[in-house]
């Protein structure tokens, strides 16, 4: 396998990243990265690190990083998940408030963890930190019950202050959205299982309208209807499908949709093939009306969709 860090790789930017991937030779690793500037989203990172554990350290190769962010990509924890040496010196900062570098998740324990460290970062009032640490606790739980990942979970995230935005990262090597969902729901392709997948409602442990009471099937919509009201990217790769959802104008009326193609989005049905799962996500942290009403707005489009399925499949023709 062979990955590129580039000089920027963000949500908003992160298709070109993600077609220059090279899932070919599975047993190795060859990490590269720009010569003069490295500037990439937290998914980024959390990607190489989900990759790099699937195969044997002596096989993990990575050019010596000349950018003068170099230390960036040390301090995130990169080199040290991956275990390989590094001749990079950095000061390590206590990173409360600022970022929480790549972390791997197999248990219920680090998964609560991982969530009490990243509180810190949201700068929120309790209910909305709560809310967004319930989000992130769902994608990471989603990876340890759905995705059959040997190395769980691996993400991390950083705080911007300049934007009061957080970006978050997740990536698992499991069996993928398609093959969970096949469990329940038809899809025949990766963009379509990914569809299904951010439907609300829809999980792929069982066809009950609504999923059940330990699994709702809401939380990869709970994460982009975030993104959509605060006018953020939200992106989800699986396979060789790839859906991003684009930042709404300012002036365009915000509305959820429970079918994630009406949103505002791009999507590709031929990318390199990802063997599980990666979500990446900005939220910006600016506490508005339209971020207070967020809740009550998921849970009404949340109702209605699974309603309006519910009345689709037990609606039979009526002779006369």
Same mark, same amino acid.
């Not at 949201?122 to 995705?147: D, F, M, P």
């Not at 469990?183 to 439907?199: C, F, G, K, N, V």
């Given at each position: 396998?062979?990955?590129?860090?580039?000089?920027?790789?963000? !949500?908003?930017?992160?298709?070109?990243?993600?077609?220059?991937?090279?899932?070919?030779?599975?047993?190795?690793?060859?990490?590269?990265?720009?010569? =003069?500037?490295?500037?990439?989203?937290?998914?980024?990172?959390?990607?190489?690190?989900?990759?790099?554990?699937? @195969?044997?350290?002596?096989?993990?190769?990575?050019? /010596?990083?000349?950018?003068?962010?170099?230390?960036?990509?040390?301090?995130?924890? *990169?080199?040290?998940?991956?275990?390989?040496?590094?001749d990079i010196s950095v000061v390590e900062h206590e990173p409360a408030g600022r970022f929480i570098p790549i972390t791997q998740i197999r248990t219920s324990d680090q998964l609560t963890t991982f969530i009490t460290d990243m509180i810190?970062? !949201?700068?929120?009032?309790?209910?909305?930190?709560?809310?967004?640490?319930?989000?992130?606790?769902?994608?990471?739980?989603?990876?340890?019950?759905?995705?059959?990942?040997?190395?769980?979970?691996? !993400?991390?995230?950083?705080?911007?202050? +300049?934007?009061?935005?957080?970006?978050?990262? @997740?990536?698992?090597?499991?069996?993928?959205? =398609?093959?969970?969902?096949?469990?329940?729901?038809?899809?025949e392709t990766d963009l379509e299982a990914i569809r299904l997948a951010l439907m609300p409602g829809i999980t792929g442990t069982t066809r009950r309208e609504g999923g059940t009471e330990q699994n709702a099937g809401a939380g990869l919509?709970?994460?982009?209807?975030?993104?959509?009201?605060?006018?953020?990217?939200?992106?989800?790769?699986?396979?060789?499908?790839?859906?991003?959802?684009? +930042?709404?104008?300012?002036? =365009?009326? &915000?509305?959820?949709?429970?079918?994630?193609?009406?949103?505002?989005?791009?999507?590709?049905?031929?990318?390199?093939?990802?063997?599980?799962?990666?979500?990446?996500?900005? @939220?910006? *942290?600016?506490?508005?009306?339209?971020?207070?009403?967020? &809740?009550?707005?998921?849970?009404?489009?949340?109702?209605?969709?699974? /309603?309006?399925?519910? +009345?689709?499949?037990? +609606?039979?023709?009526?002779?006369?």
């Amino acid at each position: 396998m062979k990955i590129h860090l580039p000089n920027s790789a963000f !949500l908003g930017n992160i298709d070109s990243f993600l077609r220059g991937f090279d899932p070919s030779s599975p047993d190795s690793l060859e990490i590269t990265a720009n010569d =003069k500037w490295i500037s990439v989203h937290p998914v980024v990172l959390s990607m190489i690190a989900a990759l790099g554990l699937t @195969i044997q350290p002596g096989n993990v190769r990575c050019q /010596r990083l000349q950018a003068k962010s170099k230390h960036y990509v040390v301090r995130m924890g *990169l080199f040290k998940m991956l275990n390989v040496l590094s001749d990079i010196s950095v000061v390590e900062h206590e990173p409360a408030g600022r970022f929480i570098p790549i972390t791997q998740i197999r248990t219920s324990d680090q998964l609560t963890t991982f969530i009490t460290d990243m509180i810190p970062l !949201l700068h929120l009032e309790s209910e909305q930190a709560k809310t967004i640490g319930y989000i992130v606790s769902e994608l990471a739980r989603n990876v340890l019950e759905h995705a059959q990942a040997e190395h769980g979970a691996l !993400l991390c995230a950083q705080y911007y202050k +300049k934007s009061n935005s957080i970006r978050i990262g @997740i990536a698992d090597t499991g069996v993928g959205i =398609k093959t969970t969902i096949n469990q329940s729901y038809p899809a025949e392709t990766d963009l379509e299982a990914i569809r299904l997948a951010l439907m609300p409602g829809i999980t792929g442990t069982t066809r009950r309208e609504g999923g059940t009471e330990q699994n709702a099937g809401a939380g990869l919509f709970f994460v982009k209807s975030i993104a959509s009201v605060n006018r953020d990217f939200f992106v989800i790769y699986s396979g060789s499908g790839f859906y991003k959802l684009l +930042k709404k104008p300012a002036t =365009k009326r &915000l509305r959820l949709s429970a079918d994630p193609f009406d949103d505002r989005h791009s999507k590709e049905e031929s990318l390199p093939f990802w063997k599980g799962t990666v979500v990446g996500v900005d @939220i910006t *942290l600016d506490q508005t009306e339209e971020f207070s009403l967020l &809740l009550s707005a998921i849970r009404k489009t949340y109702s209605t969709a699974v /309603r309006d399925r519910q +009345k689709a499949r037990y +609606k039979h023709a009526r002779f006369i």
